[in-house]
């Protein structure tokens, strides 16, 4: 418990003292609680577990299965709106924020539900579809649905959720939540700028003097004369068609 207390601490600026960390963060509650529901469903009470984990997702808005395995040290930050499967496993020193959801996709009695490595983050309103494994150090933008594998050390943004690299560790570790990368961005102003450069050939193209297909320019008597091209004529009437 004290091990939990100190990660709210170190994790968020807006925690000012013992007292308010242990009476007004839900996001510990929920996590002290789930121990409860995890151990008596282990134990296969599972009834009375399932019954805990409800009261507990009364109490403080967030709903932990009594099957999900939790590591140490998870901080949910304010937490309203989280859920989180039955079979959705949570490693070390994650971080996650309100609105997440670890979900399943099939209705079928096994793994179905994400894997979180060790110092994940998960930003709001995002959701992990599936038996998925979230590589250790990822990051998570607010809002991105992922549907796929993430390694380690990635950055997902997007619906559905696009690996991005290019931060540092550091930048991983400040939250700068407002410079996530934006895959989709990136795509379209690199074919605006290849549409700048086909623009910009076209018209030094059409700046130079052309010959028409249909028309070309035939020396008649040591004078050049327009004639009509051959060839263009035999196409008009249906050859090599």
């Known amino acids: 418990m004290q091990e939990d207390i100190q990660t709210i601490f170190s994790k968020d600026p807006a925690a000012k003292s013992l007292l308010e960390v242990i009476f007004c963060y839900p996001g510990l509650h929920a996590i002290w609680i789930h121990r409860i529901a995890h151990f008596l469903w282990k134990n296969k009470l599972l009834f009375i577990g399932r019954l805990i984990s409800h009261i507990n997702r009364w109490l403080t808005g967030i709903e932990i299965h009594p099957g999900a395995k939790i590591g140490r040290r998870l901080f949910i930050d304010h937490g309203m709106g989280v859920v989180i499967g039955e079979t959705a496993e949570i490693g070390d020193d994650v971080l996650m924020y309100q609105g997440v959801v670890l979900g399943g996709t099939t209705s079928e ?63 991983i570790q400040d939250l700068e939540h407002g410079r996530l990368p934006d895959p989709i961005a990136d795509a379209i102003r690199s074919v605006m700028k290849e549409q700048e450069k086909l623009a910009e050939r076209i018209k030094r193209l059409e700046s130079k003097e052309c010959i028409s297909i249909d028309k070309y320019l035939v020396k008649k008597g040591g004078e050049i004369n327009e004639g009509t091209l051959p060839a263009s004529e035999e196409f008009s009437k249906g050859g090599g068609i």
């Open 109 to 171: 009695k096994k793994k179905r539900h994400p894997t979180l490595g060790n110092n994940v983050v998960v930003g709001t309103g995002a959701i992990v579809l599936g038996a998925l494994n979230i590589g250790d150090g990822a990051r998570i933008g607010a809002g991105s649905v992922v549907i796929q594998d993430v390694p380690p050390g990635a950055i997902v943004v997007g619906v559905p959720g696009r690996i991005g690299m290019g931060f540092s560790v550091k930048e």
